[in-house]
């Protein structure tokens, strides 16, 4: 797939082949010229070869593969036939693909379908299946019979007087001898990009370069972008006109480019471009493109750029990714918009603000269902913000060629998009015009048309219970005459989406259905009286359905329970034996509500648990009692009644002598985190040093650490709780050496526990404090001073070795987490 959609550059300094050449030395040329995909030169020289020997499959194979891929379609079918036919045919299993893709792109679809169902069959049998291939052709046989439909209905609605004609070639004027894209709107200014520029010492080197045309003037290069030897590509004014975005791009070989996005601010025009923060860097080691800039809006309203891009995160190939524009007009970050994107291209988005009615976001893709090649889709916001899903703009837009790029005017009235289809440009070298060789298409047009006045009927199916898409459903269309008549317009069944489509008149009267198994069908009836300038009618049924919805509860039950989140919940469906089939298990950590679709006359049992908390369990039958009594929606209330956290042994903390300070004050600011860590830091002077004991190795080992990593284990418990709503009280003693007096070491005892506290406040970026100020988290501290355990430890202060580092007093200096309460909140009277 090309990155921009065009070809970059055609060899206008061909190899002189000819009959005095050996037939080596011309498919020698033909191989390096395909290598480098200059593609129509490689046609040429593969031609030539042809003529020195017609009877080989291998050269007829790479005829067909170079017309192909040079958009020669009827060159490459007569070249695959011609391989079809030979002896060695078995050497090309993949032949009868690429014929189908060639018909495919001439809108030759029932012949298309039979070559990639005919390749479906042969395909297993070979030695080696390109299963990449025989997944493709089912999209490709499926797009055959998408185009085949879509005609009869664009032929239906044609008969309409209020049908708008195909759309036309915008001709000489706009259009270039080579490839012209990336249109775009500045007032009634078009810019676009055109590949028909020379410069440089190379007189052969031709770039893009983006040119504007004024209203009845010459298109013009538009001078403020361009640079010199560099192709310029897809401008793109701000809605404020305060600057545009435009990419700067290079070649990668004779067929790809790749680009990177730029901002040019109009207030300063002699600042320097601002190359966007999205773009690839110089150390990335692989080199994504990113192009085709469009800004809009998100479903929130806030300015956007959104773009295409093959970088890593996506979906498929190119994707389209959006990201927040900055004051300065750069762009750092971006996601990708996954609602719309495919496994395969998805490109030029276009995004259209409708004023008063739904925003409108236009895009490229040959990731869905197709005429042949890029079709142009459109999507929208509905009522929930929500991008619909998107549909195909129909065959009298898009073609079996490639149509991207799509764009309308400020006024709305008239749109612009680029396509290879029959009718563009061709290209001809002078050897080819002398050669006549079948060129039908090459480059891309740029091709204009009304927009639609006929109404547009959309019909969007959701359910009711959440707004989310309910595909799967049947919905029909009935046209309603005043004369008492009816006509059936649609009745149609979509597994896959929720948007169904038809052209409708205006002033009519229709009746509209949606219905699923499982769900309440929805009807409503329409009257299409739209204003002149309105092109669409959008109709959103939401069916309703029977739903269970099961909320987690902090127990027991009373009349102000606080929810409890992270549970895990488990729904059964019961049988007539008494048996449970396990339907759905999850656990969600932010929220308390699990919901779930339920079926007419079933019985359900469910269940949920969370640690720290006794489990809790429910039975409901969806009977007509059931329904009548509470309608299509049950809620069911499990309350889990909390269980303490138990502590073995109690978790005690250890210090350093007459740590934290001062010695006459019964608060600090010190943390025991710090205090934990210098501490640590001193370990050596303990189990080493003038006064140190190898003793003391395994007190720091398996007391003291392991006393730091119980709070640690012990803080996220503690969270848990708390976000539950619970109210969690900490018992603790604070103790010390009797190294000093008594009331030295109570006060000292008593900063030891406020450094616990302090720790607590200041845990993970303060997360617990707005607890501890509220005092949901509290604290029973009692300041005991001098240990029991410590009554073994000298007085003495001659005996300083025993006084400070001997295990009795280590083990004296500490603070003991006894006891850890679990209650409800008490709520206010």
């Known amino acids: 797939m090309r990155k921009t959609l065009l070809i970059l550059a055609f060899t206008t300094t061909l190899v002189q082949l000819g009959y005095g050449q050996s037939l080596k030395q011309i498919l020698e040329s033909a191989e390096d010229s395909y290598a480098k995909k200059d593609f129509y030169s490689a046609l040429v020289a593969y031609r030539d070869a042809a003529k020195l020997d017609s009877t080989r499959a291998d050269i007829q194979y790479r005829i067909g593969e170079s017309a192909r891929q040079f958009n020669s379609y009827g060159t490459a079918v007569k070249a695959y036939v011609k391989v079809l036919g030979s002896k060695d045919k078995s050497q090309y299993p993949d032949t009868r693909f690429w014929l189908g893709e060639s018909l495919h792109k001439l809108a030759d679809y029932r012949n298309a379908k039979s070559a990639y169902l005919q390749y479906m069959q042969e395909n297993p049998n070979t030695e080696k299946p390109n299963q990449a291939l025989l997944k493709l052709a089912q999209k490709k046989i499926e797009d055959c019979d998408f185009a085949l439909k879509s005609k009869e209905n664009e032929q239906t609605a044609q008969r309409n007087s209020n049908y708008y004609p195909r759309p036309i070639n915008m001709g000489n004027s706009i259009n270039g001898p080579f490839t012209d894209y990336g249109a775009s709107f500045h007032g009634d200014t078009l810019y676009h990009t055109s590949y028909e520029f020379k410069e440089g010492r190379n007189k052969d080197a031709r770039f893009n370069k983006v040119i504007r045309t004024y209203p009845g003037q010459p298109k013009e290069p538009f001078s403020l972008i361009n640079e010199v030897e560099k192709h310029t590509a897809y401008s793109v004014f701000t ?42 860097k110089d150390t990335d080691q692989t ?3 990113s192009t085709s800039p469009a800004v809009g809006k998100n479903s929130r309203g806030e300015q956007i750029l959104y773009f295409a891009t093959d970088r890593a995160g996506g979906k498929g190939k190119l994707d389209i990714w959006a990201g927040t524009i900055l004051p300065d007009g750069n762009v750092t970050t971006a996601s990708p918009v996954e609602e719309l994107n495919t496994p395969e291209n998805d490109l030029t988005p276009f995004f259209y603000e409708n004023p008063g009615k739904a925003s409108l976001l236009f895009f490229a893709t040959d990731g869905r269902a197709s005429f042949g090649g890029i079709d142009i889709y459109a999507t929208q916001l509905n009522d929930q913000k929500r991008w619909i899903t998107p549909y195909n703009l129909g065959y009298n837009i898009n073609s079996s060629y490639d149509d991207f790029g799509y764009v309308r005017n400020p006024k709305g009235d008239s749109l612009v998009f680029s396509s290879n289809r029959k009718g563009s440009t061709p290209f001809f070298t002078e050897k080819a015009k002398k050669d006549t060789l079948e060129q039908e298409v090459c480059c891309h047009d740029l091709y204009k048309a009304e927009v639609y006045k006929l109404v547009n009927l959309e019909v969007n199916t959701f359910k009711q219970r959440d707004s989310l898409a309910l595909t799967g459903t049947t919905v029909s269309i009935i046209e309603k005459n005043s004369n008492g008549t009816e006509k059936e317009l649609l009745k149609k069944t979509d597994d896959l989406g929720n948007h169904f489509t ?41 069916l309703p359905n ?69 489990p809790a369990e429910a039975e409901i039958s969806f009977d007509r009692n059931t329904i009548d009594q509470f309608g299509y929606e049950l809620t069911i209330d499990l309350f889990l009644e909390p269980q303490g956290i138990e502590l073995i042994d109690g978790i005690n903390l250890f210090f350093d002598n007459a740590k934290p300070g001062p010695g006459n004050s019964v608060k600090t600011s010190e943390n025991y985190k710090k205090l934990y860590d210098d ?5 050596g002077e303990f189990t080493g040093g003038r006064y140190g004991s190898l003793v003391l190795e395994s007190f ?110 280590s083990q004296a200096r500490r603070v003991t987490i006894k006891k850890i309460s679990v209650t409800n909140v008490e709520q206010p009277k």
């Open 239 to 280: 809605p404020n006109n305060e600057g545009l975005y435009y990419c700067l791009c290079e070649p990668l070989n004779a067929y790809d480019l790749r680009c990177d996005i730029y901002y040019r601010s109009l207030l300063t025009p002699g600042a320097t471009p601002i190359k966007l923060g999205i773009n690839t």
């Open 287 to 289: 080199k994504y493109t």
């Open 502 to 542: 038809t052209l409708i008149e205006r002033y009519k009267t229709y009746f509209i259905k949606a219905e699923k198994n499982g769900f309440i069908s929805e009807d409503t009836l329409v009257l299409a009286n739209l204003h002149e300038d309105q092109t669409t009618l959008i109709v959103d049924l939401y």
């Open 546 to 614: 029977l739903y269970l919805d099961v909320f987690t509860w902090i127990g027991p039950e009373s009349k102000n329970n606080t929810a409890l989140k992270g549970c895990t919940v488990s729904l059964y469906e019961k049988t007539a034996t008494g048996q449970k089939n396990l339907i759905s298990t999850s656990t969600k950590q932010d929220i308390s509500e699990y919901s779930y679709n339920v079926l007419f006359e079933k019985v359900y049992y469910v269940t949920a648990t969370k640690a720290g908390y006794s």
């Open 679 to 683: 501490y640590l830091s001193k370990k």
């Open 700 to 809: 720091f080992t398996n007391e003291v650490e392991v006393g730091y990593r119980k709070l640690e284990d012990l803080i996220p418990k503690l969270k848990d709780r708390l976000l539950s709503g619970m109210a969690v009280k900490i018992y603790a003693d604070g103790f010390a050496s009797p190294l000093g007096n008594f009331d030295f070491n109570k006060r000292l005892g008593a900063r030891r526990m406020e450094s616990v506290i302090n720790y607590l406040s200041i845990y993970n970026n303060g997360e617990l404090k707005e607890f501890i100020d509220k005092k949901q988290l509290s604290f029973e501290l009692k300041p005991v001073g001098e240990s029991l355990d410590g009554k073994e430890v000298p007085i003495l202060l001659n005996d300083y070795k025993e006084v400070i580092f001997s295990t009795k007093a």
